[in-house]
């Protein structure tokens, strides 16, 4: 069984991040929407853990370019249909509201 | 078949009305017999500490709410016992909440059909 966790709200003063990376099971991808594309700036606590944690990440590309976020090699970038796609090919989709 | 759904509440008792909306999802769930249960994850946990008054804030407390749960066919209830250690909880109204180890989350959430983080 695998989950898609879906976080939108900024990494930064939010427990959301952290909690999702200490549940994530093996087989679950996590896409980054809104204010947690923010957990890509370079250089701070939210970018190292998903670094080390080596998760597959996805982030959505026009939110990551309105915050001037640059998207590391080991992210990709999608737009909203490959969204659609992504929670058809995962059993669930969990969004940290 | 019923597709079986997890609750996962985050929100502290305190902070709005997050709470209570995710407890009343549970609660209505139950009553239509569904597969349902809760977890209660980082402030979620301190909905769960014994002794709470709420006449100091004139509202009403979950704890009567907390307390339907079993009543209501909700039989599984769990909490992090991680986001628990980390706030202090002492003292937990719902005897009937188990606590879970992160890797345990992780294989509960692949056990449900949906969930729904609030």
Known sequence: MSTLHVLSHSPFGDERLTSCLRL?????????????AYALQPGTAPFSALESRKVKLF???EDAQARAVQIPDWAEAIDYPAFVELSIHHDKVNSWL | MAKSLLIISRQSPWSGPGAREALDIVLAGGAFDLPISLLFLDDGVLQLAAGQNAKALQQKDLSANLQALPMFGVEELFYCAESASARGLGDRSLDEAQPLAA???????DRYDQVITL
């Open chain 1, 59 to 61: 982030v959505l590309a």
């Open chain 1, 24 to 36: 994530l099971g093996a087989a679950d991808a996590l896409l980054l929407s809104g204010d947690a």
């Open chain 2, 103 to 109: 890797e345990q989350i992780t294989a509960l959430i």
